[in-house]
């Protein structure tokens, strides 16, 4: 009798296979399997404590702080070299994208209008929370921690920072011992990107083996960071990890009331002011929020606008807004629309700050507050955190910059719902404008259901390796639908 193993058998083992198992969980359990393990693992470092420190660890962090440390870092750096190029290719190809499209100017200011409107509310929600609790007022922290911050912004800094120090906005750096080390200018990248997108209009016909390969480079780059975004649960581990070892409960503890304030107004800006601009345009809020999902949960844990927004921007489309549309407003958003970085967070810091040193702030600076977030939002540029947006607000009030050092303890904790609300914003703006302006799928978007980040992914590199742009919004329609519908929304949007 013959003992091998019946082939059932062995495809039950197969699928036992414990690396297999863990790739087949959902990416959102991997998210939230990533915060648990981080905030253990968090814990565990700090209950270590330091080491005797030496020149090769100054800090005295524990083995596993400069574990988790080392793995935040590394997703972070991964981010960070691929937005350059995003930035660039995003902003030409989308701003090009417009050239057939009869109304551009039209949507363009339209979109910029809501950006303004939805950061008005945002800014108000936020200094009324402040004006009530009074964050700053026994709040605990210690005055060792100020510190002003190595990355200013005043309204000087801003305006200049406006000017490309070279076409690619990149700096360099010499340190004490000779390496060079680069950096980049955001903001600067999306002024280049902006005056080579018009010039490329301008030209015309001769521009378009250009737009060819710019849209080609955008599809590779988009490529790469769909594999960065894979790597967003280990990420978690080591940002969400190291912020507790580094910190602890302590610094939250003492931030109490400030980390609820925040907390408190991104909630009653997205599940209260979203919802009601969403009902007085007549829009499904029940849609919106299970078509945004996959881009607001990705947010939450990438901390990065940028980082974010090829997910922003398929889950726009998958919605019902024409690709040449959503192509233009959220790479737009992506650095220039923050209701969490540039309005709730800096309005609330702001308090924060006079309260803690004790300085009156009358109407004029809660107006002051409100012009900054209004107008000074794409100073913030789409990376992870908000200093930038902090100091520009600071230094318009006179206020200590000193003050930056206070907020820096959870500054990652508060950045992770700041980023979910300003991804989430920026879809809502797309959503709006496109059904103002009469060019959004509205079947499409009464039938959007909640997708995994897995669907989302297969489609799009199954859109990427279709003929043409046609095919890919076709085939990212009828993977909402079940019709054959994107190829007339097409048609449609490009002649509204």
């Known amino acids: 009798?013959?003992?091998?193993?019946?082939?059932?058998?062995?495809?039950?083992?197969?699928?036992?296979?414990?690396?297999?198992?863990?790739?087949?969980?959902?990416?959102?359990?991997?998210?939230?399997?990533?915060?648990?393990?981080?905030?253990?693992?968090?814990?565990?470092?700090?209950?270590?404590?330091?080491?005797?420190?030496?020149?090769?660890?100054?800090?005295?962090?524990?083995?596993?702080?400069?574990?988790?440390?080392?793995?935040?870092?590394?997703?972070v750096t991964l981010l960070k070299a691929l937005v350059p190029p995003l930035i660039f290719l995003a902003i030409v190809t989308s701003i090009a994208n417009l050239r057939n499209v009869t109304n551009a100017a039209r949507l363009a200011w339209k979109t910029l209008l809501w950006f303004a409107i939805t950061a008005l509310i945002s800014v108000a929600v936020g200094i009324t929370l402040g004006?009530?609790?009074?964050?700053?007022?026994?709040?605990?922290?210690?005055?060792?921690?100020?510190?002003?911050?190595?990355?200013?912004?005043?309204?000087?800094?801003?305006?200049?920072?406006?000017?490309?120090?070279?076409?690619?906005?990149?700096?360099?750096?010499?340190?004490?011992?000779?390496?060079?080390?680069?950096?980049?200018?955001?903001?600067?990248?999306?002024?280049?990107?902006?005056?080579?997108?018009?010039?490329?209009?301008?030209?015309?016909?001769?521009?378009?083996?250009?737009?060819?390969?710019?849209?080609?480079?955008?599809?590779?780059?988009?490529?790469?960071?769909?594999?960065?975004?894979?790597?967003?649960?280990?990420?978690?581990?080591?940002?969400?990890?190291?912020?507790?070892?580094?910190?602890?409960?302590?610094?939250?503890?003492?931030?109490?009331?400030?980390?609820?304030?925040?907390?408190?107004?991104?909630?009653?800006?997205?599940?209260?002011?979203?919802?009601?601009?969403?009902?007085?345009?007549?829009?499904?809020?029940?849609?919106?929020?299970?078509?945004?999902?996959?881009?607001?949960?990705?947010?939450?844990?990438?901390?990065?606008?940028?980082?974010?927004?090829?997910?922003t921007q398929t889950v726009t489309e998958r919605m019902g807004v024409p690709r040449h549309y959503a192509s233009f407003a959220i790479p737009l958003g992506a650095t220039t629309k923050m209701d969490g970085c540039a309005a709730i967070y800096p309005s609330l810091a702001a308090i924060f700050v006079a309260n803690f040193y004790g300085v009156p702030l009358g109407v004029t600076d809660y107006l002051l507050i409100v012009l900054v977030s209004v107008l000074g939002s794409a100073a913030t540029a789409g990376m992870t955190g908000a200093t930038v947006m902090l100091t520009l607000t600071l230094s318009t009030l006179g206020l200590p910059l000193e003050g930056v050092g206070l907020l820096l303890a959870i500054d990652p904790i508060l950045d992770m719902g700041r980023t979910a609300l300003n991804v989430t914003g920026q879809s809502l703006v797309a959503v709006i404008v496109a059904k103002r302006e009469k060019i959004l799928d509205q079947p499409t978007y009464d039938a959007t259901r909640r997708t995994s980040f897995q669907v989302i992914q297969a489609e799009e590199t199954a859109a990427i390796a279709a003929d043409g742009p046609a095919d890919s919004e076709a085939a990212t329609s009828q993977a909402t639908t079940g019709e054959g519908s994107g190829g007339d929304r097409e048609k449609q949007s490009a002649t509204a």
């Open 131 to 311: 004006v009530i609790t009074s964050p700053g007022e026994n709040s605990g922290v210690d005055r060792s921690a100020e510190a002003a911050s190595s990355t200013q912004g005043g309204w000087m800094d801003f305006l200049t920072g406006l000017v490309p120090a070279n076409f690619l906005g990149i700096a360099g750096k010499a340190s004490e011992d000779g390496a060079v080390s680069l950096s980049f200018n955001a903001l600067q990248i999306l002024v280049i990107s902006i005056a080579v997108g018009i010039a490329v209009l301008k030209v015309g016909e001769k521009a378009e083996p250009f737009l060819k390969f710019t849209g080609s480079a955008l599809e590779i780059v988009q490529k790469l960071l769909w594999w960065v975004i894979r790597l967003a649960p280990i990420g978690t581990v080591g940002l969400l990890g190291n912020a507790v070892a580094s910190y602890g409960w302590e610094a939250i503890g003492q931030l109490g009331v400030f980390t609820v304030d925040v907390y408190v107004g991104m909630l009653i800006v997205l599940l209260v002011v979203y919802p009601v601009l969403l009902k007085l345009n007549g829009l499904s809020v029940g849609s919106f929020f299970r078509g945004v999902w996959p881009a607001t949960s990705l947010g939450f844990v990438s901390r990065s606008s940028l980082g974010t927004m090829p997910m």
């Open 1 to 75: 009798m013959s003992t091998s193993t019946p082939p059932s058998s062995t495809a039950a083992t197969r699928q036992r296979n414990p690396l297999r198992a863990i790739l087949g969980i959902s990416f959102g359990w991997q998210v939230l399997i990533g915060l648990v393990l981080g905030i253990i693992l968090g814990l565990v470092a700090a209950q270590i404590g330091p080491v005797a420190e030496t020149d090769a660890n100054p800090d005295g962090a524990n083995w596993l702080t400069t574990g988790l440390d080392t793995i935040g870092t590394i997703f």
